[in-house]
């Protein structure tokens, strides 16, 4: 069956600081990946995504490229804000239709001014 | 526009009794999923809709739960008897389905069962 992997934290960053938050998967297919977030207090919301090999899914900053030799969906942002402190959710969904998706654990990341 | 919108946004009830929890969607979206957010288990998905139908209802946790939808919009989560193991958050989300598969989600339902 389809899983995601990624690192949990939480994760502890100053400012400005270079972040990567790890994310492989094991699915059948070719599955398409995304980042969600959830702000404190707040509902999941959609970060970036990629459908297929090589492609690089990108929003406020936040990058991450399908690496499909490696099975992974790293998201990588150069500088980080306090606005950034939230959970981070790797998720993916293999279906030939619409079908639910598979998360990972979470990341909860914590950004000191 | 309107995104999805679920209600009651909390729910406190004793064991033993039945719940219903809401989820409408965006307007226009085929496909209606629900998943259950624990400490214990993180996101689990639960079912989906596209249309009124729902293809695999496999991943609903046991046979106390159920889900419908009519008229391809709102949907309806229900637990019967429910058990301190049901308490969670339930989201909904839904999606225009093929081939953007992007899911948008509500703000969820806590339940508490007592």
């Known amino acids: 069956g389809n899983s995601v992997t990624q690192m949990e934290g939480p994760v502890t960053l100053s400012e400005e600081a270079f972040l990567t938050i790890n994310c492989t998967y094991t699915a059948t297919g070719y599955p398409s990946l995304f980042w969600y977030v959830q702000y404190p207090g707040e509902g999941l919301q959609l970060l970036l995504k990629?459908?297929?090999?090589?492609d690089k899914g990108s929003n406020k900053g936040f990058e991450a490229t399908y690496r499909k030799e490696t099975t992974s969906f790293h998201l990588e942002k150069g500088s980080v804000q306090v606005s950034d402190s939230a959970v981070y959710f790797c998720a993916l969904n293999s279906g030939g239709g619409a079908d639910g998706l598979t998360f990972g654990k979470g990341t909860h990341l914590i950004i000191q001014p | 526009g309107a995104g999805v919108s679920q209600s009651p946004s909390n729910k406190v009830t004793e064991k033993g009794k039945d719940v219903e929890l809401r989820c409408d969607p965006i307007s226009g979206h085929t496909a209606l999923y629900w998943y259950r957010q624990s400490l214990g288990q993180g996101l689990e998905f639960l079912i989906y809709f596209q249309g009124n139908s729902a293809p695999d209802k496999s991943g609903l946790p046991s046979d106390r739960f159920s889900a419908e939808r009519t008229g391809g919009s709102v949907s309806t989560l229900t637990i019967q008897r429910t058990q301190q193991e049901d308490s969670a958050v339930y989201l909904c989300?839904?999606?225009?389905?093929?081939?953007?598969?992007?899911?948008?989600f509500g703000p969820g339902t806590r339940l508490t069962v007592t």
């Open positions: 989300a839904s999606s225009s389905g093929r081939p953007s598969r992007e899911q948008y």
């Open positions: 990629a459908t297929k090999a090589d």
